[in-house]
Structures are given as C-alpha cells and as structure tokens.
C-alpha cells in the first residue's frame, strides 16, 4: 500500500510520494533508490546534468517519452557517499544530495557548496495518473524560459499552461500559447540552474508563490536538472544534450514578407520599394508567380495547414467509432504519429521542392481548427491516433511530429527552411519559430522582446518575429527585430510614404548588411551551444531586470517600444562599449538617457569588437572595428546547399588587443577550413579614434595609404593579410577614454 503525503492544494489535496528510501543500488552512471512507494533513478548525463526518474517498478522499461538519451554520452566521473541520514552523489561540478527520511533532492554547486536547487514537496503523483514536481524558489530567483510566453520577460509571479493553443489575436498575459517548451531557467544570488520537464502531456507550471511546480495530467515522471555558476553554463549544457541544429540557408535571414491575394501585386512590381528577400505565400501558388519571384531574386515559402482532401489516402484522425474525422466535411487531418502519413506527407513537399517552393511556413500545426465564424478551437480530445492513443495525449508532440516530416521532404540535398508558430519538446531545432501576428499593438512590441529571449533561453536558436502596425509602430518594430535570425512583415508598408519608407529601407539596409555577422553568430551558436539571442544578464549578471534590450553576439539593441518616443533609457553591461551611430566609447555598468528619434534604434557595441559587414563593392570584405580586447570569429560557407558538411566552409579567428599605454591596436587573422570567399580584398574601418596613427603595418609591413577622418581610421589590403598595426599619435592631456554624462 503506498504511503499518503501531502503535497500542495489542488481539486484533490492528497498525492503519494516517494516515502523512506530503503535500498541502495549503484550503478555506472548514479544511483537506483529503492524507496517506500517505487524506484527513483538519479543518472549522471554531464558532470553538471542529472535526470530524475521515478518509476513504480524496477521494469527497466524506456520513458514513453524522452529527449535526452543517457547511452549517447560518455559516463561521468563520480563518487559515492551514504549516511545514516542522506546519500551524496558527486562530480566535479556539482553535488546531488539525498535525504533518506523522506526522500528529498538538493544540488549544491563545487567547490563552494552552495545550494542551487533543492526539492520543497519533491516529486508527487495520483492514482488517476497525474504527476507533479516541487521545487524551492530563491527570494531573488528571476524565471525564464517556458517558450514564447505571453509575457514580461521575468515570468515569476503567474502560472502557465502547457498545452499548445492558437488563442486568436495575441495580446499580453494570454494563455495557453502556440508554442510552450517545459524548460525553465532559474537565475538567483547563488547560481543558476535548468529543469527540463521531459513530458508532452497536458500540464503547467506555477510561479506564483515560493515554490516552482510542474504539473502533467499523467505520463513519466522524468526531468534532468542542469546547474552552474551562471546562466551562462547552464545553457551551454542544455544546448550540448540538446544537440546541434542545421545552419540555416543564408537568404533565410533577409527579410522576408507574408503576402495576400491584395498585397501580391505591389511585390511583383518592378519598382516594388521594400527590399524583400524572400515572401510568404498563402493559398494556391501558381507556377508563373513562382518564376517571377525567382527571376527578381526572391525565395518563395508556401504556407500549409495539416489537411488533406477528404478520401485522400494518408492515415488520419479518426473518431471513436473509427470513422476519419473531417472537421468541415471536405479535409482531413494527417496522422502524424504514423510513419505512413509521416512519409507521404514529406512525398508531397518534396513535389513542390522540385517545382520551384524554397521552404515552408506551417500554420495551424497545433493543429488548431476554425469554426463557422473563424474563432480558433482546439480539436476535440477524444480522437485516436493509429497508435491507439487518444489525441489529449498526443496533441503536445503533434507539431513537432509534422515539423519532422517537412524537414524530411528537403533530403540530402538542401538546407531545409522550415517556420511555425506551434511546438515544443519534439519540434526539430533547425525550424525557425515565430513570434508576433497579433494585435499591431505597441505594447505587443515590448511583448515580442521577452518572447524571443525566452524562447532562445528555451533551446530555441531560430527565433522569428513578424511585425505590423501603423506607419510609426511599423518602422519602430522592424528596427527592434534588426538582428533576430528571421523577421517578416505583414500589411503594406509602402503605402506609408515618406519618412516612413526611407527610413524602412536603411534599416534592411543594415541588416543586409550585418548578415555576415548575424550568419556567424548563427554558426558560433551551432557550434558552441549559446544563445543566439541573449538577455543582457549573461553579459553582466548585475543587470537582470532589463527586459525590452537583447544581445545578439557582442551587439547590444535597445529599440524604442514607447508610442512618440525620441529618447530611452539604456543600461549598459559593465565593460567598454560604443555608440554604433557616433563611434563615441561608452563606459558600462550604468544607466543613462540615449537620443533616439524615429530613424535611429539604439545599437551599443562591445569594446573588441569586429563586426564583418558586406561592403558596396562586390569583391571586399568590410570589418568595423570597435577598439578594445576581444575575440571574434567569423564562418563562412556557400551559403546553401549541404558541402558545408564535407568540410567546405572557413572559420576566422579574429583578435583585437588595445594597448593603451601607447594607444596601438593589433588585430590578428587566422582561419581553419578549404572555403573559397567570393571577396580578394578586406576594407578595415576602425571606430572611436581621437587622433590620426602616426604608423600603420600589415604583416608587419607599413601600409602605403590608409584614410583618416572624424575618428574612423580606414585601410584596404588583400584578403591574405593576417595582422593589422596601427599606433595613435597621442594628443596632450588626452584622456584615454570618452565618457558620456550620466
């Protein structure tokens, strides 16, 4: 008979738990605990990763469902220590320690012993199947993650719903969302830690008092905990288990446009005024439309919902009495958990590669149906899935699974360019996934921010954003989504007329122009599990309350969310760092007002800094230095297709070193990798300079020109060069570095 502890309130108060711990049994990779009511397994992925798993039975029977495989990495060092009163599970970084009486989790950081994370009520289930865990919240712990949540971007204080939904027009605090991922980040005084709630039932997570509670209708009760010192190393950690995800194509990242059967024609126009890389399509695309886009350099994505003509012949949902259901009488909706529908689905979508279709944007994939006055619902529960399952238990992992099947209909051949608005725990990580399409509201602008931080915290790498609203909040929106791996936009903004349009277009201007560098750090993320877009707390964890800023790399964008607005309020990381716009060198760790009027967004770069950048001519690369002590990388590839994997794409190396005693600076090249650049030269513009070099060298050669003027000191060589000199004349009483008035 299991033993009846309390746990929190719900509807039922009374949930069973773990109890005593009776046995001990140890295994390569942790420890099996054999406890009063069923079997907890603490298994070792990573010297600073445990997966908690508490099962009824000793079985060895696999979770129904998990994300991270223990047998795909290397055992972990670690040592074993058991007392009267607790048991110890330590490795290098961290230490699992266990209360016997009754069973409760803490994990302490090493060497410095402190707690990170510890178990209040711990793990808990109902005999109708409902599980929960409970775990002790700092007093200063700040929460993230949970995917593109409807909220500020610290999201302790509520409780969230995980349960995919279109909820119609998106406004703040709306919930349940289209796509929630159960990873929660922690961010306290003491450390940071990660919880991947490894289960796709219907559930939630509650914020709202001292403890942090997930919660799932049923399923296995499984989660991994990953620790460290900082956010930093928490998410590093993560995105390792999580696994790398696809280098998207490079036209990927240009902007892109969703167009209407209204909107069409402006875009096919010769002197179409918004520079768009690529467009969205809805409804039947024709041929001939495919090709005119193609011919004016522009990809083409096709929209697709998940249904199919009735009668159609893939395996699909069907009622209770076996019957296909069909929510309108004319479709049907593909069986995703079939490897049959799964396969004919890719069948399909690779047709429509072949035609001439760059990619696909999935909408509805919740799946969500429309009823008669166009209101979103949710399918109906009961519907069974050829697995036997009913739908309640699939609906979760029912995106992911048709995410997985489009990403497969793109082969070996072609980098796949897949977006959605759904998913989770099982969408692939080479999807983009897109945030925004709700009311065009300014307050949905700031919104957007915490949602694309929080789905990168989340495992997200590609995160989307589309952007609307009038003239004002249109141009505002599109500079604050300038670095955001894809941004698309909705409405018609070349009828905004000037200033509007101008304005506009400088800012694809530069963002077409950063590509190199947005590209890189997409490629840097790939291979070294960061965030591509990062709260600026993991930057200076002294700022973590700033929640309408981000960093992509070493840029920081501080867009204006505020209707009327020409200045802000702008925190800097501690550290050096410069106005991109006046060059001026800026002193971190504190805030001050910043001139801001409608063509300019805020953009503050790292002191170090070199940020490749494509120039006006066609066979040169731009680097614009920011002086400073930084390292860089720079990737380059073909930009599509799959040779990267063959070992066809450059990695450069790039460090700058200032000397300040004598005002030099050496930036150093080196690269790894057979790809051929497009570019033989390299135009070398360096910002923030008070005074023309006496000297400048390339490979330890003095340059025979360079130009000088209003600070920024600029120099041509071949693409070959590997090392760049440059010594200030030093001017008298000079103060080494600018500061701006507080």
């Not at 445990?50 to 223990?70: I, K, Y």
């Not at 510890?118 to 949970?146: K, M, N």
């Not at 004016?296 to 009668?311: F, Q, T």
């Not at 999935?362 to 697995?387: C, F, M, R, V, Y």
Request: charged share 20%; glycine share 8%; proline share 8%.
């Amino acid at each position: 008979m299991m033993k009846r502890l309390g746990f929190r309130a719900r509807s039922n108060p009374v949930w069973y738990q773990p109890g005593h711990v009776r046995q001990i049994y140890r295994h390569e990779r942790g420890v099996l605990l054999q406890c009063e009511n069923g079997w907890v397994d603490l298994t070792l992925l990573a010297p600073d990763a445990v997966r908690v798993w508490w099962r009824l039975s000793d079985d060895h029977a696999p979770p129904r469902f998990t994300t991270f495989q223990p047998e795909q990495w290397l055992a972990v060092e670690n040592e074993f220590a058991d007392t009267e009163d607790s048991i110890e599970l330590s490795t290098r970084s961290m230490l699992c320690r266990i209360a016997r009486r009754p069973y409760r989790l803490r994990v302490e950081l090493l060497p410095d012993h402190h707690m990170v994370c510890q178990d209040a009520s711990g793990i808990g289930w109902r005999e109708s199947g409902e599980i929960a865990l409970s775990l002790s919240l700092h007093s200063d712990e700040q929460c993230f993650g949970l995917g593109a949540r409807a909220a500020r971007l610290n999201l302790r204080g509520r409780r969230y719903k995980l349960w995919n939904t279109d909820p119609g027009p998106l406004k703040r605090d709306v919930d349940p969302v289209p796509f929630s991922l159960p990873f929660y980040l922690g961010v306290h005084a003491h450390g940071s830690y990660g919880i991947l709630w490894d289960n796709p039932q219907r559930g939630q997570v509650d914020l709202t008092g001292s403890e942090l509670v997930f919660e799932a209708d049923g399923g296995d009760l499984h989660y991994t905990i990953m620790v460290g010192a900082d956010a930093t190393l928490v998410e590093r950690r993560y995105n390792e288990l999580l696994g790398r995800f696809d280098q998207p194509p490079l036209w990927a990242l240009g902007y892109g446009h969703l167009v209407t059967a209204e909107t069409l024609p402006q875009l096919l126009a010769p002197n179409q005024r918004v520079p768009t890389s690529v467009v969205y399509l809805t409804g039947d695309v024709q041929q001939q439309t495919i090709q005119q886009f193609h011919r004016s350099g522009v990809k083409v994505i096709a929209s697709l919902s998940p249904a199919i003509p009735l009668n159609d012949g893939l395996p699909a949902l069907r009622l209770t009495d076996d019957r296909l259901y069909s929510p309108n009488g004319v479709t049907i909706i593909p069986d995703f958990t079939d490897p049959v529908a799964q396969l004919g689905w890719s069948n399909r979508l690779a047709t429509l590669i072949r035609v001439g279709i760059d990619g696909f944007a999935l909408e509805g994939a919740e799946p969500t149906i429309l009823n008669a006055s166009g209101k979103p619902i949710p399918l109906p529960e009961d519907l069974l899935h050829a697995n036997g399952q009913p739908h309640a238990d699939q609906h979760n992992l029912f995106s992911g699974l048709m995410a997985q099947a489009s990403v497969a209909a793109f082969g070996s051949e072609h980098r796949p360019l897949i977006t959605t608005r759904s998913g989770g725990l099982n969408t692939p990580r080479s999807v983009f996934v897109r945030v925004g399409g709700g009311l065009p509201t300014w307050d949905n602008l700031k919104m957007s921010i915490g949602q694309i931080i929080n789905l990168s915290l989340s495992g997200v790498m590609l995160a989307g954003v589309e952007v609307g609203g009038d003239p004002e909040l249109y141009t505002r929106w599109l500079q604050a989504m300038l670095l955001v791996p894809q941004v698309c936009g909705s409405g018609s903004p070349w009828t905004f007329g000037q200033p509007y349009e101008l304005i506009n277009r400088l800012t694809l201007e530069l963002r077409a122009r950063l590509l190199p560098y947005l590209y890189s750090v997409i490629a840097y993320s790939r291979q070294y599990s960061t965030p591509v877009i990062r709260p600026l707390f993991m930057c200076d964890p002294g700022v973590r309350n700033v929640d309408d800023c981000y960093l992509v790399g070493d840029i920081l964008v501080a867009p204006v969310v505020e209707k009327g607005a020409v200045t802000r309020s702008v925190t800097l990381p501690k550290g050096l760092w410069y106005d991109y716009w006046s060059n001026e060198p800026v002193r971190g760790g504190s805030t001050f007002a910043v001139t801001a009027p409608l063509e300019r967004l805020p953009l503050f770069i790292r002191g170090g800094t070199i940020l490749p950048m494509i120039s006006p001519e066609p066979d040169t690369l731009h680097l614009h230095v920011f002086p400073g002590n930084g390292e860089n990388v720079h990737y380059e590839d073909a930009g599509d297709g799959r040779d990267f994997e063959l070992g066809n794409y450059r990695w450069i190396y790039m460090s700058c070193l200032w000397e300040g005693g004598d005002a030099r600076f050496v930036i150093t090249r080196r690269s790894a990798g057979r790809f051929e650049p497009p570019y033989k030269r390299i135009r070398i513009e360096v910002a923030g300079m008070q005074s023309e070099p006496s000297e400048v060298k390339l490979d330890r050669q003095r340059a025979p020109v360079w130009y000088y003027d209003g600070g920024v000191l600029e120099v041509n060589a071949e693409e070959t060069v590997n090392r760049i000199e440059i010594t200030r004349t030093l001017l008298p009483n000079e103060p080494t570095l600018q500061r701006r008035p507080r």
